[in-house]
């Protein structure tokens, strides 16, 4: 009986013994690989937007003015600079005013964007081509299902157009800044707009956007959506009161402030007290005086875009940030410049791609009379850590 127990426990540990070397002998699994949409993000590291050119100009899109807003000399300088890619904005409602083509596109207005696009290419940018609207197309968007469907319609002609293209190099924003008051009814009409580009255009990678204004907080309200393929998007100007300053377009007092200091911790009492005193209004200035309270600095900006890259993280998407940018007339150039390092800086160390706003713009990186040459602002050019002209 004992010879018998002996012969088993035998075999028993022959058996282990052999299962441990077929273990070791199995190949070690596989490291995850990035997924489609990771890949593509590597294409979006550090861009520049082409505003007012097909997007921000209603009163002008004419074949005269956008042939020298921007042209191909800005576009190879573009390159050479060291960005990779273009965000290239553009405003639907020429794109789709009469006369229009089968699929509902003016074909004039959507041959000078393919030439645009064709150029980025050749010069080796990839394009982010985002739907930019004004206030009136985005008002009948999130109130009526009417503008939805004109909407998703001309996505569709876009994407099938584009599709033809290199997807590893052209990617589709759903919207500009939608401005859509309810997160709920903006989810599901970007869920819809996804499927839709995505039947179009099977291949190319997709940029989701928040309902409002793009914000930080509109990423972090984001449910994921359940393509694969995309890339989140976020825009940030953080704090206002610096990178508005002058601004006329937005909240009124920032119209009076000039000259805000950047960091706002470097700022003594005098400077602060010389700054509140633009503003005529007591609670104005009370807003503004938060500002240098809040000690923003660039410990105070990686803080914030640390939690668009945790988000990220936890749901196991890239994400980008494709607007950020101070208005230079009024802001004091060094300021300004550190303020721009102090974000990228900070996108990058989060593993983050971004694209500033904007090239020959208020916020521009470079200065430009039509039909001269650009001349790069070599403050703005270092502070993106990129190459000088």
């Not at 800086?345 to 916020?363: C, I, K, N, P, V």
């Amino acid at each position: 009986m004992l010879r018998g127990f002996s012969l088993l426990l035998a075999c028993t540990l022959a058996w282990f013994t052999a299962s441990l070397s077929l273990v070791a002998q199995q190949p070690t699994a596989p490291a995850i690989l990035p997924t489609l949409a990771f890949q593509r993000a590597a294409h979006l590291r550090h861009g520049i937007n082409a505003s007012m050119w097909f997007a921000q100009s209603p009163q002008d899109y004419s074949a005269a003015r956008t042939d020298h807003y921007i042209d191909a000399a800005d576009i190879r300088l573009m390159a050479h600079l060291g960005f990779d890619h273009v965000r290239l904005s553009i405003d639907p409602e020429p794109l789709t005013r009469q006369p229009v083509a089968a699929d509902g596109l003016n074909a004039e207005f959507l041959g000078r964007i393919d030439r645009a696009v064709d150029q980025m290419l050749a010069s080796g940018l990839a394009v982010i081509v985002d739907v930019h609207p004004e206030e009136p197309y985005k008002f009948r968007l999130r109130t009526g299902s009417d503008g939805v469907a004109r909407f998703q319609s001309m996505w569709s002609a876009l994407a099938a157009h584009f599709a033809t293209r290199d997807p590893n190099l052209i990617f589709f924003e759903v919207m500009n800044e939608p401005e859509v008051e309810d997160d709920f009814r903006w989810q599901g009409i970007e869920a819809q707009t996804i499927a839709l580009i995505r039947k179009a255009a099977p291949q190319n990678t997709i940029l989701a956007v928040g309902a409002h204004w793009d914000s930080l907080q509109d990423l972090l309200r984001l449910t994921p959506f359940a393509d694969s393929n995309l890339i989140y998007n976020f825009h940030f100007y953080e704090p206002y009161e610096f990178t508005h300053q002058g601004a006329t377009w937005a909240t009124g007092w920032w119209r009076y402030t000039h000259s805000v200091p950047y960091p706002a911790n470097d700022a003594d009492t005098a400077a602060m007290t010389r700054t509140l005193s633009q503003i005529p209004d007591a609670a104005d200035q009370l807003d503004l005086e938060r500002y240098f309270l809040d000690d923003w600095n660039a410990r105070h900006v990686r803080l914030l875009l640390d939690a668009a890259a945790a988000w990220g993280s936890a749901h196991h998407v890239p994400i980008v940030c494709d607007e950020f940018g101070a208005f230079r007339d009024h802001s004091l150039p060094a300021d300004r410049a550190q303020w721009i390092h102090d974000v990228r800086t900070a996108l990058e160390a989060d593993h983050m791609g971004w694209t500033m706003w904007d090239y020959r713009g208020s916020f521009g990186v470079v200065t430009k009379t039509d039909g001269q040459p650009a001349i790069p602002d070599p403050r703005v050019v270092q502070a993106l850590g990129l190459r000088q002209h």
